[in-house]
């Protein structure tokens, strides 16, 4: 008799997974922008006449890196939102993590950007992975940041199916994207900024930023010389916000990264370029971690552009800088065990 029952809601219980899986929705792609040109090959066309040493850092993938690709992270309907990790080729467990977000002004770009240093940090023993996120003229803020956060919970969930560190993973990105990785950073300990908590008992925050030249602080007015100038249109953020800084005043708050420096949040990293704009807020950040005793670096690259990361000769020292300070910040087991024997 209890056979015949575990058969049944065993068959039951298949039965209804059947259904599921026949009655998911599929993906679908979204529709090409056409006004989306925020990508190496536009950028170095800008920066070449000014800087003719660039090149467009390689994107190939070489022997020893392994791509898992257009692995899809998040779901609304039909929109799926995917992401791509590159590998050390050679097996091998507990590797730290970072995931990538691309910029664009917050609405455009992609997740292309990254490749070059994914591939370079994957051959520095790390696990790479890019995102793909709902940009401005899909959804405004702050999807953004819950995409993010919800590819971090999506890689440790998934970290034992790839070798993965679930305790050793952190975010960069880059413009845009840099505020973004920051933001979702910072607030790992608040779940207004993560809708995918309430539904789940894995954590979505991570254990360090880096943050290439993006912006700390919307409010200051040094920001909003260039995103609130009341004699233009309306301008990037404004328009990620939906409304000027005396429209959305509490959402420009809302996105600074400074707000919500505390004694437990994550280390950053600071890489920045020679444009001051993109540096707002940072030094004043860098202060009241200090004051907590947060583990921060500020790292710049003389004479450069924004989006000096996609380049060589630029790229290496922006990944030779990530890798030290990751390593030291997200150190292995080993390192750590070692660590305390030495003291």
Not at 176 to 198: E, K, M, Y
Request: proline share 6%; with cysteine.
């Amino acid at each position: 008799m209890m056979r015949a029952v575990r058969y049944l809601f065993t068959a039951a219980c298949a039965a209804l997974l059947a259904h599921a899986v026949v009655h998911a929705e599929e993906c679908v792609e979204p529709t090409t922008d056409p006004t989306n040109t925020y990508d190496a090959q536009h950028t170095y066309d800008k920066l070449a006449p000014k800087y003719p040493q660039i090149r467009i850092a390689s994107a190939a993938v070489p022997a020893d890196v392994r791509l898992v690709a257009d692995q899809t992270y998040a779901q609304y309907g039909t929109r799926c939102l995917k992401l791509d990790m590159y590998l050390p080729a050679s097996a091998q467990q507990d590797l730290p993590v970072v995931v990538f977000v691309h910029g664009g002004g917050w609405r455009s770009g992609f997740r292309s950007e990254f490749v070059p240093m994914a591939l370079r940090l994957a051959r520095n023993g790390y696990a790479s992975v890019t995102i793909s996120y709902r940009l401005a003229g899909e959804a405004m803020y702050p999807a953004a940041v819950h995409d993010v956060r919800a590819a971090v919970r999506w890689v440790r969930e998934h970290a034992g199916d790839y070798g993965l560190d679930p305790r050793r993973i952190a975010l960069a990105g880059g413009s845009a994207g840099g505020q973004i990785a920051s933001l979702a950073g910072v607030t790992g300990h608040l779940n207004q900024f993560d809708p995918g908590a309430a539904g789940s008992d894995v954590s979505s925050a991570v254990q360090a930023v880096v943050n290439i030249d993006g912006l700390s602080d919307f409010t200051s007015e040094a920001a909003r010389v260039n995103e609130d100038d009341p004699k233009k249109s309306i301008s990037a953020a404004g328009y990620w916000f939906g409304g000027r800084y005396a429209e959305k005043t509490a959402l420009w708050r809302e996105a600074s990264p400074i707000q919500y420096v505390n004694s437990s949040m994550p280390p950053i990293l600071f890489i920045g370029s020679a444009q001051p704009r993109f540096a707002v807020g940072r030094d004043e950040m860098v202060e009241k971690m200090t004051q907590l005793r947060v583990p921060s670096k500020v790292v710049l690259l003389p004479d450069t552009p924004h989006s000096f990361w996609m380049f060589d000769p630029w790229l290496q020292p922006t990944v030779d800088v990530t890798v030290a300070f990751l390593n030291a910040q997200m150190p292995s087991r080993q390192a750590k065990r070692f660590s305390r024997k030495v003291e």
